[in-house]
Every structure is written in C-alpha cells, then in structure tokens.
C-alpha cells in the first residue's frame, strides 16, 4: 500500500476542539481509510485481519467455518468471506448491514444467553475452524482498568472458542500491548500448541491495540 502521498491538513473551526480537529486530520490522511473505502470493505480494521492472515501464511481458508464476535461494521466478516470461508456467523450489539454468506445476530456476547445462541446458529456439528474477536469494551482512559476490561472479553471469547473449536482450530483476540494476563496464557498453553501476539501494521502506531492468536487447538 503507497503511503507516499502528501498530507491534507485541517482548518480549525471556530468551536472545533483542537483534539477533533486532530482526529479528523487523521482520518483524511488515514492511507487504510482511504484504501478501505476504494476496496469497498466496511472498515480500516478489515486490513488488520488481512495483515494477520497474510503473517500466518493464510489461516482463512476455503470451506472454513468461522465465528466473528464484535463484528460491527463487518470488515473482519469480508476478508472471512473473501477468502471462501463457507459459514461466518457474526454477533455484535450493533446492527450491521447484510453480507452475502454472513450470519448475523445483533446481541451483546457478553450476555449469558449469548454462546448458546450462536451455537444454534452454527449448526451440524456445532463445530468451528476460527473463532475471531475483535471485541473491545467502552475506555475508560485508566490504564489497569481498561486493561482488565478487555482482558474479561478476552477470556469470555476464549473459553467460547475451547467449546466450538476444532482441533488445529484457531482463536484470534484483540489485546492491549502488555498481551495476554500470565495465567491466561498459561491455560492457553495447555489448549493450543502455539501463543503468538501480532500487531498488524493497520493497527495505528500510537494505539496499544495488538491481536492475540491462539494455533493449533488440541482438543
């Protein structure tokens, strides 16, 4: 991707917060916005799945089954659907619009009724090749806090994925830079055969953002 061109810059407005201007400047100047909207994907984040898969040598692959938890705007979705992957089923607490091959419920994971709701969905065997998260609680701006926050989904969509996964079956979690909490590698240690941390270059260089994935289920 040519990231070579020259930046626009912003006006401030009159009653324009300087940090709006700031976040507005760089959505002009985003090369991924700007490169999303010319694919036609819901999202710069479709780019970050992209870039993971790319670094793996291709996990996504043809007649896979998937799951997508915090699926809103879609991006993750596309790239699964892109790929060939035969069944996506896809949860989020906002709506998303239809996506050839995608089957969406709008409902908060984190709701009790949740797993049991996407299983149905799943069908047949009930069994699943990825389960994907990119699932992140509202910030707080303290560190710890936000830190545990995203842990707990985390956890919550991992001990999903030891459910419905196959074996060599895989599990890819947003994480804040830090990675995963000790203990919780160490049980994934005892599930996958190989703990990697990425931070795709979509992922903005500031943000603590990076993507924990979990390889090769034993079952």
Same mark, same amino acid.
């Given at each position: 991707?040519?990231?070579?061109?020259?930046?626009?810059?912003?006006?401030?407005?009159?009653?324009?917060?300087?940090?709006?201007?700031? $976040? #507005?400047?760089? %959505? @002009?100047?985003? =090369?991924? *916005?700007?490169?999303?909207?010319?694919?036609?994907?819901?999202?710069?984040?479709?780019?970050?799945?992209?870039? &993971?898969?790319? /670094?793996?040598?291709?996990?996504?692959? /043809?007649?896979?089954?998937?799951?997508?938890?915090?699926?809103?705007?879609?991006? $993750?979705?596309? @790239?699964?659907?892109?790929?060939?992957?035969?069944? *996506?089923? !896809? &949860?989020?607490?906002?709506? &998303?619009?239809? &996506?050839?091959?995608?089957?969406?419920?709008?409902?908060?994971?984190?709701?009790?009724?949740?797993?049991?709701?996407?299983?149905?969905?799943?069908?047949?065997?009930?069994?699943?090749?990825?389960?994907?998260?990119?699932?992140? =609680?509202?910030?707080?701006?303290?560190? +710890?806090?936000?830190?545990?926050?995203?842990?707990?989904?985390?956890?919550?969509?991992?001990?999903? !994925? #030891?459910?419905?996964?196959?074996?060599?079956? *895989?599990?890819?979690?947003?994480?804040? %830079?830090?990675?995963?909490?000790?203990?919780?590698?160490?049980?994934? /240690?005892?599930?996958?055969?190989? *703990?990697?941390? @990425?931070?795709? =270059?979509?992922?903005?260089?500031?943000?603590?953002? +990076?993507?924990?994935?979990?390889?090769?289920?034993?079952?």
């Amino acid at each position: 991707m040519s990231r070579n061109k020259a930046k626009s810059k912003v006006r401030t407005a009159k009653g324009r917060k300087t940090s709006s201007t700031r $976040w #507005l400047q760089r %959505q @002009i100047n985003d =090369p991924y *916005i700007n490169e999303a909207e010319k694919a036609g994907y819901r999202s710069r984040a479709a780019f970050k799945l992209k870039e &993971i898969d790319e /670094k793996l040598g291709g996990f996504l692959k /043809k007649d896979m089954v998937v799951v997508d938890l915090g699926a809103a705007p879609g991006g $993750w979705c596309q @790239i699964a659907a892109e790929k060939g992957c035969k069944k *996506i089923v !896809a &949860i989020d607490l906002l709506q &998303i619009d239809e &996506i050839a091959g995608v089957d969406f419920v709008q409902m908060d994971f984190m709701d009790d009724e949740a797993p049991d709701v996407l299983k149905e969905m799943i069908g047949g065997d009930g069994l699943v090749d990825v389960v994907l998260s990119d699932m992140a =609680p509202n910030t707080t701006g303290h560190k +710890q806090t936000d830190h545990l926050r995203i842990m707990a989904v985390v956890e919550a969509g991992y001990y999903f !994925a #030891l459910e419905v996964l196959k074996p060599e079956g *895989i599990y890819v979690a947003k994480v804040l %830079q830090g990675g995963a909490q000790n203990t919780l590698l160490a049980e994934m /240690k005892k599930h996958f055969k190989t *703990i990697k941390h @990425i931070k795709p =270059p979509a992922s903005r260089k500031e943000s603590a953002e +990076q993507y924990l994935v979990a390889i090769g289920f034993k079952g």
